[in-house]
Nanobody
């Protein structure tokens, strides 16, 4: 059974940083793409970032480009999202997800974590 477990969320002031982690089990991590999505209250889930199975390709939403960095450690079956220069509009529940191939579309991902809350105060 595939499990994705996020951690690292919390409360931070604007301009601060957080690093989210997503630990995967139950599938060969290095063979799948991983993505981060977020959902703010009253809004639809939106793409944040994704990384290809070999780590060679990384993708970002325009709203986080230059501030967030996605990376993976296949030995640890873990994907990370380093978030710098956080803004109040980054406040959301952040989810990691796994897919057969990298995509910016939530429907392409077949396994999801439970989410971790990120709150950025002004």
């Amino acid at each position: 059974q595939v499990q994705l477990v996020e951690s690292g969320g919390g409360k931070v002031q604007a301009g601060g940083s957080l690093r989210l982690s997503c630990a995967a089990s139950g599938r060969t991590f290095s063979s799948y793409a991983m993505g981060w999505f977020r959902q703010a209250p009253g809004k639809e889930r939106e793409f944040v970032s994704a990384i290809s199975w070999n780590g060679a390709g990384t993708y970002y939403a325009d709203s986080v480009k230059g501030r967030f960095t996605i990376s993976s450690d296949n030995a640890k079956n873990t994907v990370y999202l380093q978030m710098n220069s956080l803004k109040p509009e980054d406040t959301a529940v952040y989810y990691c997800a796994s897919a057969w191939s990298v995509s910016t579309v939530a429907g392409a991902y077949d396994y999801w974590g439970q989410g971790t809350q990120v709150t950025v105060s002004s």
